[in-house]
Each structure stands twice: as structure tokens, then as C-alpha cells.
Nanobody
Framework: QVQLVESGGGSVQAGGSLRLSCAAS????????VAWFRQAPEKEREGVAA????????FYADSVKGRFTISQDNTKNTVYLQMNSLNPEDTAMYYC?????????????????????WGRGTQVTVSS
């Protein structure tokens, strides 16, 4: 059973930065598509960034492109989300998710449907 644990959330002022971590255990397939999602109160869950473990191609939502960077450390089975130039609209619960197989397209990688495994989330709050 894949388990995902997020960390690194917190409260920052607008313009600040945070780095989220997603530590995984229980991987059994050769690779996984791992993504970050976020959900603010009374808003739909939004795919933010994704990448294939062991791969280099990354996928981003337009709302975070140029500000957020997804990366991985395969030795630690950890995926990171570096978030820069944060603004209050980035305030949300951030979730890590994984699905066996590759991330192929932006729509597929940032859609919630393919993901079987989810973490419990880490809260990010950005004040103006």
C-alpha cells in the first residue's frame, strides 16, 4: 500500500517562499506519476504540478507556472514543491497524490481522476 506524507506547509507573507515535501513508501510499480493538488475552502481541487518518478518532464497549472517548481529525490522517495512569490490566492490545503505509471499530458497529470493514492495534506496560508 502506497503511503504519502506531506510536510513543509506553514504561514508566510505575500512574496515569500515555502518548500513542500511528499515522502512516499510502499511503491511497488516501476514508476509513478506524482502530483501536487490544492484545495481552498469552497473551491474545487486544483492540480498544481506533476512529474513522473525518474523522469524529467514536468507539468504545471498556468496559475503557478514560473513560480512553483516540482522536483524529486529518488534516493529518498520524496517529491518536492518549491513555491516562490506566494500570494494570498495560493492559500489552500496542499495534497500529494500518486498513480502507477507515467504522467503523459498536462490534462491527465493535473486531473484528479488517475490518482489512487493521496496524502492527508499540509496547510499553506499566505497573508497580504
Amino acid at each position: 500500500q502506497v503511503q504519502l506524507v506531506e510536510s513543509g506547509g506553514g504561514s508566510v507573507q505575500a512574496g515569500g517562499s515555502l518548500r513542500l515535501s511528499c515522502a512516499a513508501s510502499g511503491y511497488t510499480y516501476s514508476t509513478y506519476c506524482v502530483a501536487w493538488f490544492r484545495q481552498a475552502p469552497e473551491k474545487e481541487r486544483e492540480g498544481v504540478a506533476a512529474m513522473t518518478l525518474g523522469g524529467s518532464k514536468t507539468f504545471y497549472a498556468d496559475s503557478v507556472k514560473g513560480r512553483f517548481t516540482i522536483s524529486q529525490d529518488n534516493t529518498k522517495n520524496t517529491v518536492y514543491l518549491q513555491m516562490n512569490s506566494l500570494n494570498p490566492e495560493d492559500t489552500a490545503m496542499y495534497y500529494c497524490a500518486a498513480a502507477a505509471g507515467w504522467c503523459w499530458t498536462t490534462n491527465q497529470a493535473l486531473g484528479a481522476g488517475p490518482y489512487d493514492f493521496w496524502g492527508r495534506g499540509t496547510q499553506v496560508t499566505v497573508s497580504s
